[in-house]
């Protein structure tokens, strides 16, 4: 089962492994806190928008989500994220983790459109 997550939130009951699909570890923390702090156990920028398209939504009002969320299941098409969405959804049917990144709303995060990807995960 896959859940998604906030990053540096308290940990749920069956939340199992916690991968953070973000660019950036989080600032000011030591890397052998993550896990402690709640942020991630293992660190997965492979599934975390480019900065490219992170510089990008962050200087667009929020009418621009349609394009942000085409662009980055864009980027999710490429062979490597493809590979590791597919793994995943694949790991889910047998085991419990989570996968998270910082952004406080869901709905304007790529992990909601992640969860869609590793729930369905077939042609994008």
């Known amino acids: 089962m896959i859940r998604v997550v906030r990053l540096g939130t308290p940990r749920q009951p069956g939340e199992g ?3 953070g ?4 570890p989080p600032r000011g923390v030591k890397k052998q806190d993550y896990a402690a702090r709640d942020f991630y156990d293992v660190w997965v920028p492979e599934l975390a928008p ?6 990008w939504i962050k200087s667009r009002p929020l009418t621009d989500a349609n394009w942000y969320s085409r662009r980055y299941l864009a980027e999710m098409r490429r062979p490597e994220a493809r590979r590791l969405i597919e793994l ?3 790991f889910s049917l047998q085991a419990e983790f989570s996968v998270g ?17 590793l729930w369905k995960p077939g042609p994008l």
Do not use: G, I, K
């Not at 699909?21 to 950036?24: A, G, I, K, P, Q």
């Not at 480019?50 to 510089?55: A, G």
């Not at 990144?101 to 990807?117: F, G, K, P, V």
């Open 17 to 19: 492994l916690r991968l």
């Open 21 to 24: 699909t973000v660019r950036r």
């Open 50 to 55: 480019s900065p490219t398209l992170f510089s």
């Open 88 to 90: 995943l959804a694949r």
């Open 101 to 117: 990144c910082y952004c406080a709303d869901e709905t304007r995060c790529h992990r909601s459109l992640l969860r869609d990807l």
